[in-house]
């Protein structure tokens, strides 16, 4: 039976969803999490693409929440493959009798605040409507695909897919002519997967992005000792740090060096896979002349595995400094390009004009396939959230309130909408970081937030203009100190038409985010306000 009240209401059930719920109950607050999928995984129930997996490590790409969980998990691999991940994820779900708690197939489509009675009215498309005191947004940061929309899609007579909407039945390309389009880490993961299968694999790319070699394999099981042993140790290491993870960031600029000592920190760093590249230099996304040593690197390592220098011309990415877009990490991309049945094709300078009933139209030359998949990436960050009609006070929307870029109080609150969280949400280091250790640092703050209330007899908590107002100038002015602008990237909006440019996620880092929130909270919660029952909150100046 659906509950119609509740005192928390989740929207989504993947890994934040599922937190989110768990330290409700341990509150004492009836939650319910609602969830359009038809189970618990969110990304990894919907990206099932070949080569689907993290590429920030399993140790540290799983919750830290429980010692126990820690000790009896065992990954396999040095990044898990998606299937993996989410067992795991079912595994946390049955290990805490988390699912009586949800509901499936089931789309949140509406959110408005009532001011008389302090609580949130949830609507759903299966006609329901839900009271909540606590509305938590945990809809995801890249759970919205996007999907170009080509000119005669629908006339294709192939099979069509989107890396993040990715049937569940095996899907075999063997014999099959397939076409990509996109190369960002979708593609990057898949590309060698399917070439591997696929008669032939056509890999249409606007913009090549920059990639670093996983240096994937089995998991060591003197790192999987390091880890149950020293996780706590490990984990707190990883909350401190710019990316929440264990990586060690230099402090020294790439100009104080030598051209040789760069060139052997570099090559150390590139060694040892993953993220590690960008902790090369503190100055590598902020200073143009230090990133360009970066940019040249890369250009030598992909110049290195790819035998037809025109082909490695082509996978050179020339219009943006390394790591502005999020950076891809590969395990044989390139050298995917020296198969005789793969060809890439530039749509930059001969775009992508018309899909056609027996291929993809681009400069004027029909690619004929049977098969197109479109690793065209999502509308980050806000897409979920704009999906919902969410309304605050005297029912203005999020849709006009985020008209020139989305504005929220430490990506957790926005001012005008009391009692909602958004987990993860634009302002906060989210996509910038590990997930796993945002993801969590934001539940347990929104589970103390809501347990301070609880305890203080409070009725309504809701972030204020003016704190509002200088959040979004310091997110604002942290990222014009970097090189994000200088990039097309989804991190700006560039990737989806019409899409206010502005930066998306903080980048002021993790461990730095962690402390401002703890003051925050620690203080009382400075920057909100916080009403008993029986009060109303003045509706929020510029909501
Ligand atoms: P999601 O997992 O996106 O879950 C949100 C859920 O909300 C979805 O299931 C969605 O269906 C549901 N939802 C949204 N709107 C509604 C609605 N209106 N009504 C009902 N339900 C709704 N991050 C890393 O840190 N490391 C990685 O290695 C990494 N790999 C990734 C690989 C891929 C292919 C992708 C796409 C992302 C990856 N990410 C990675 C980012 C990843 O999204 C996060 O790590 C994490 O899984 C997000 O969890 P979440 O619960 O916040 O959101
Ligand atoms: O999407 P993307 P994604 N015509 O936006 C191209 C996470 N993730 O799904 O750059 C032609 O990166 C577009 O070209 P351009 C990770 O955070 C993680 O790959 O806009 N091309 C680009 O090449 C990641 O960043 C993993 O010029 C078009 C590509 O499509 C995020 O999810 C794995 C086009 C989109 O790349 C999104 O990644 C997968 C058009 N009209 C995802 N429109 C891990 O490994 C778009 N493109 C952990």
Redesign the pocket.
Known sequence: MPRTDVDALIVGAGFSGIYMLKRCRELGLRALVIEAAADVGGTWYW?RYPG?????ESMTYSYSFSDDLQREWTWTERYGKQPEILRYIAHVVERFDLRRDMQFETRVTAAAFDDTSNRWAIETDRGETISAKYCIMATGC?STP?Q?D?KGLDSFEGETYH??RWPHEEIDFTGKRVGI?????????SIPVIAAEALHLTV????P?FSVPAFHGPLDANVVHMWKTRHQELRERARASRIGDIFEFSETSALDLTPEAREAEFERRWGQGSFNFLGSFADLITSREANVFAVEFAHKKIRGRVDDPAVAELLCPTDHPFGT??L??DSDYYETYNRANVSLID??AA??EEITPHGLKAGGKEYELDAIIF????D?MTGALLNIDIRGHGGIGFKEKWSDGPRTYLGLAVAGFPNLFTVTGPGSPS?LSNMMTSIEQHIEWIADCMGYMEAHDLATIEADPEAEDKWMDHVTELADGTLFFES???YVG??IPGKPRVIYPYVGGVGAYREICDDIAAEGYTGFTLAPAGESVAPAVGA
């Not at 249409?204 to 913009?207: G, H, L, S």
Request: hydrophobic share 40%.
């Open positions: 990206n689907a997996r993290c590429d920030v890249l996007a170009p080509f890396t993040g389009v996109g190369t960002g880490s979708s593609a990057v993961q249409f790319q606007r913009t992005n877009k999020r891809c990490v749509v930059k775009p992508i690793a065209t990436g999502f980050a996509v097309n990237s989804w560039a990737n």
